[in-house]
């Protein structure tokens, strides 16, 4: 990706230590995006949070509108969540044996989401994605999975594969290290394309275990699913799925309990609130992100008939020493108290607000820009057409947005650094908040004008 020619000034501290760490840590982080390749500089090293705002080592505080890509969601070091990890701790950091509030955030999980009659916590959105494969594949006793270009699972080698030339064909490996068999399993298709999927279940229906979707895309930017003739796309994909004996695992890893309080389930799913009828389920569903709070914790769930294929009680091996951790589950348990109806109400409010005022400033500055959502999730894209996939999304102006991006930053408003991500609030960004992302966004959209 092009790096933005704008170069913002440097923060002393913050620059000694991504100097340092990029001599220990490859690139320096240890995540990727953390790095700011696609928008050039350096990251600010936060020293602290609280709230809707970080502090940086360099004392200069910033609007968060990444909240750690979502587990955030009660804003940072809420007092509730806080108390609750902090009390957790001192009755023991890890037992390796279970506890009790592992079992009350299963519980609490199936109790908003009808389709998860049973759940497995794991460590990470990506361990929870495999261990789903796994489970799809044993209960099948296929091997082929299907994915959708743009739609992002995690680091899992089946899913880091690429579209190999024709439509019906296997996956091309997408990262180096992913072996060529590993992605021969692997089929990926363009998202919301009905009749790729149709064509590939015609061709290989009987070998596909299951087809993985994002409930709503939200790693390319956000693209909600399409609706035709009222049905919408992830039920469409689970009746071709079941009429071909495959199974439908929804990632609600980022969505989940943060688009609605159902995750995007509560959107598509019966009684959903898109204006279909339609009545569905996927058959597992994986979590992350909102469900620890802001521990390391990810979920897998659904159907007990498939989830009791897990070892010990069948032959589907799963395990982990952390999983289940006091602390996690006290994290998760505690934002899940702080996440009722009015929250997501006020989420939703604030998402709109924030939308309104992005788009005003980049209307009088005449920037081109779509801004898409999926319940209190949005993303601003810079092209004036709307995205329905991701050679849609690779259609835009990331100069433009890294101009947009650094002058924001440098004014206080720290945004996701690329322009193929999700923007987050939380229930403590405020009014006032608000207010103060709205002095900076005028010169930002006169920024991203500018060539
Ligand atoms: C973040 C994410 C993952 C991976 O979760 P990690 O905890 O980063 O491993 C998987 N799927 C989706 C949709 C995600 O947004």
Known sequence: MPIAPHTPAPHGLSEELFARARRVIPAGVNSPVRAFGSVGGTPPYIASAAGALLTDVDGREYVDLVGSWGPMILGHAHPQVVEAVQQAASRGLSFGAPQPQEVALAEEVIARIGPVEKIRMVNSGTEAVLSALRVARGATGRDVIVKFAGNYHGHVDALLAEAGSGLATFGLPGSAGVTAGTAQDTVVLPYGDRAAVQELFAARGSEIAAVIVEAAPCNMGVVPPSSEDGLGFTPFLHDLAHEHGALLITDEVLTGFRATRTGYYGIDGPGGTDGTQQNWAPDLMTFGKVIGGGLPVGAFGGRADLMDLLAPLGPVYQAGTLSGNPLATAAGLATFAGLDEAAYQQLGATSQALQDLVSEALNAASVPHVIQRAGTLFSVFFRSEPVRNYADAQEQD????????????????????????????????????????AEVLPSAARAAAAR
Not at 412 to 421: D, K, M, R, T
């Open 398 to 437: 990331t100069d433009a947005f890294g101009r947009f991006f650094h002058t924001m930053l440098e004014g206080g408003v720290h945004l996701p650094p690329s322009a193929f991500e999700a923007w987050f609030v939380s229930t403590a960004h405020t009014d006032q908040i608000l207010d103060r992302i």
